[in-house]
């Protein structure tokens, strides 16, 4: 019986091969015919993608007929322009072109479209996959009902500057993570495939290293090994090709002297050449005439000429091609074959996304009138919200808050607010007001009738104006408990957000001085969109909750933590710097020759003489209403060969009275290789939720392909010889074992 099913199964597997090859095959024919009949500037004008002239997420140029150009055939596809009449009435504009080839609607949806997920460095510290890939799921089923596309997302660049204000929009500083979380997020976003009018096509951005600017300053330079490059920046893009990516965006930054834009060996000889890419890549906003600044290109037209050979097949709002392109193609010195390769993997899609079958098909009323309001959508991003809240401090048990407490005072600018919990790159709606959850409305429907709950606002988040402190210091002290609400404002982190000084803004520090002074039971939560420093408040807070930007439903899910309701489970995906001195700060650096052993051995170390080593808070901290014990590693054996594999397990103890989820994080080292190794790196986790008082083994099983990494010829090896091996609740909290590679 078995037998049977398992043969049908290959043969229904052999058969969807071959219908999809067949399909493949179809669509490469028609891209074909297509092509032939196309004009040179027919072709270019695929290649050319304007902004709508409804909204802007970049510098606008604003020349030219937009509508003769759609009508002409000079446009592919167009950004920000979203909702099922607008997208209508531009593609009714196409569907008058000569070759009625429909337009493509590209979108930044980066974490929800009408329902607002947490940002996605506060999903990723949720290591959650499944939960972040249903969160793209509900993103893809807003964003294409309301006839989007394609979403710019995700963002897969590893960000180990938090400086930058792009950090809160990745995953953080992790690459094992980081591809993880790419390949969810595509999955997410791409559901079910092309043609699917509840699927959106992903973008995978920045590629390549966007993360890296110097200084953390945006759009800056990076300067970096290739060694470096494919090791760390590199993987978690492959990640999102693997999982089947649609499209991806290059970056505004150079790589070692040639911008991303113009880079032809990140763009053809990996993305398209070693990765075998099949889809098609878009500049970022201007990136191609911003080429001239970089004082790569003379003019916008040789910038457009290095563009078009090195692979960017798309021009986002430079109009570089639609000017120049033709012009480089008739004087040679761009061929007729890269344009050609360029528009045919822009023309598949459209295929595949069975726009020319019907280029209304994602532009249905009932369809975004049904999707507008899904109630479901909002419990996924609670659900989300809450397991993205960390909890970095928790002294006598401060928390959780009973539900009966006499009276609670909610303090500070984030208590009543609403649009600052939606974060950088979210939409505003008309209904927001009564829509999002702020964290009153979150703790209201939670505490008893009888609870009293105050509030006073203290402070702005920017503002310096104390003269709010008395009010609140009072409100504070009328009451048995208090929640006290810090942070950054949408806006603070974000594109071109880069600030040099990471501190808690305005007076807010101040703030949690005179509360937390009072010596009430006091929980501190921090609304913000990277980390941020805050030592005093570290230091003497009783309880600390990290709760980033978490969307329309913030208010909830900060309730559901704070009561207990959900026991937090999130782990920091970045490591949180104790000044901007130490940045950049990431657990899984190299050794060097004189590594300091602790804070007290500094004498000729590499170490600060006036600064700890270590950050505030480590990569993978989190702690949890339960306490987790640790058993020693047991080892399947001291040593393996390559083709054989090692099990390392590790018993897990809830050693407390409530119910708990722990990610339980697997790192390793390489003692001695050819190349100088971390001193840790992530190659596994498992979230695992006992029952108060369980016990259960965790157990990970390493091969050799684990233990591979690019050594100086750039080939992606393993060597034989010594490793550690750790296994822990943080990546400064851990057992460790040894073995060997033989
Ligand atoms: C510039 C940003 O870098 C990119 O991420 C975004 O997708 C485009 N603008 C379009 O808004």
Known sequence: MIRIATLLLSVCFISSLAAQTTAEKRIDK????????????????????????????????????????????????????????????????????????????????IHGFRTIFPIPLGEAASWDLKAMEAGARVAAVEASAAGVHWTFAPMVDIARDPRWGRVMEGAGEDTYLGSLIAKARVKGFQGNGFGDTASVMACAKHFAAYGAAVGGRDYNSVDMSLRQLH?????????????????????????????????????????????????????????????????????????????????????????????????????????????????????????????????????????????????????????????SIVLL????????????????????????????????????????????????????????????????????????????????????????????????????????????SIQLPGVQEELVKEIVSLGKPTVVMISAGRPLVFNWTADHAPAILYTWWLGTEAGNAMADVLFGDYNPSGKLPMSFPRTEGQIPIYYNHYF?????????????????????????????????????????????????????????????TNKSKTAGTETVQLYIRDITASVVRPVKELKGFSQVTLAAGETRSVSFTLTADDLRFYNDQLQYIYEPGKFKLFIGTSSDNVKEAEFELK
């Not at 999002?436 to 920017?462: E, F, N, P, R």
């Not at 949890?624 to 054996?637: D, G, K, N, P, T």
Request: aromatic share 10%; charged share 25%.
């Open 30 to 109: 028609s891209v074909d015919s297509l092509l032939k009949l196309m004009t040179l500037d027919e072709k270019i004008g695929q290649m050319n993608q304007y902004n709508g002239p409804w909204a802007a997420t970049g510098p606008l140029t604003n020349e030219g007929n937009l509508v003769g150009q759609i009508k002409e055939g000079k446009v592919g596809s167009m950004l920000n322009v979203t909702g099922v009449k607008r997208t209508r009435e531009l593609q009714d504009l196409a569907m008058q072109s000569r070759l009625k080839i429909p337009l493509l609607f590209g979108q930044d949806v």
């Open 231 to 387: 090791e760390t920046y590199l993987p978690p893009f492959k990640a999102a090709v693997d999982a089947g990516a649609a499209t991806f965006m290059n970056s505004f930054n150079d790589i070692n002297g040639i911008p991303a834009t113009g880079n032809k060996y990140i763009q053809r000889d990996i993305l398209k050449g070693q990765w075998k890419f099949k889809g098609f890549v878009v500049s970022d906003w201007g990136s191609i005439g911003e080429m001239i600044n970089h004082g790569y290109s003379k003019d916008n037209k040789e910038a457009g000429m290095q563009a078009a050979n090195a692979g960017s097949d798309m021009d986002m709002e430079s109009r570089s091609y639609i000017q120049h392109l033709a012009a480089l193609v008739k004087e040679g010195k761009v061929k007729m074959a890269v344009v050609d390769d360029a528009v045919r993997r822009i023309l598949r899609k459209k295929f595949e996304m069975g726009l020319f079958a019907d280029p209304y098909k994602f532009s249905n009323e009932n369809r975004e009138k049904t999707q507008w309001n899904n109630p479901q959508h909002r419990v996924v991003a609670r659900d989300i919200a809450k397991k």
């Open 393 to 500: 401090k928790n002294e006598k048990q401060v928390l959780p808050v009973s539900k009966q407490t006499g009276s609670i005072a909610l303090i500070g600018p984030f208590v009543k607010a609403k649009s600052d919990h939606l974060g950088f790159w979210s939409y505003d709606w008309p209904d927001d007001s009564t829509r999002i959850v702020s964290l009153w409305d979150g703790v209201k429907s939670k505490v008893s009738a009888q609870t009293k709950m105050l509030y006073a606002k203290g402070c702005g988040i920017t503002e310096l104006d104390k003269t709010g402190f008395a009010e609140a210091v009072e409100t504070a002290r009328k009451a048995d408990y208090v929640i006290l609400t810090v942070g950054e404002t949408r806006d603070m982190s974000g594109e071109a957000k880069s600030r040099s």
């Open 592 to 652: 060097t020759g004189r590594p300091a052993k602790n804070d007290s051995d500094r004498h000729y170390r590499s170490a600060y003489t006036d600064l700890s080593l270590y950050p505030k808070y480590a990569f993978g901290h989190g702690l949890s209403y339960s306490s987790f014990e640790y058993s020693e590693i047991q080892l399947s054996a001291p040593a393996f060969h390559a083709g054989q594999s090692l099990t390392a397990t590790v018993s897990l």
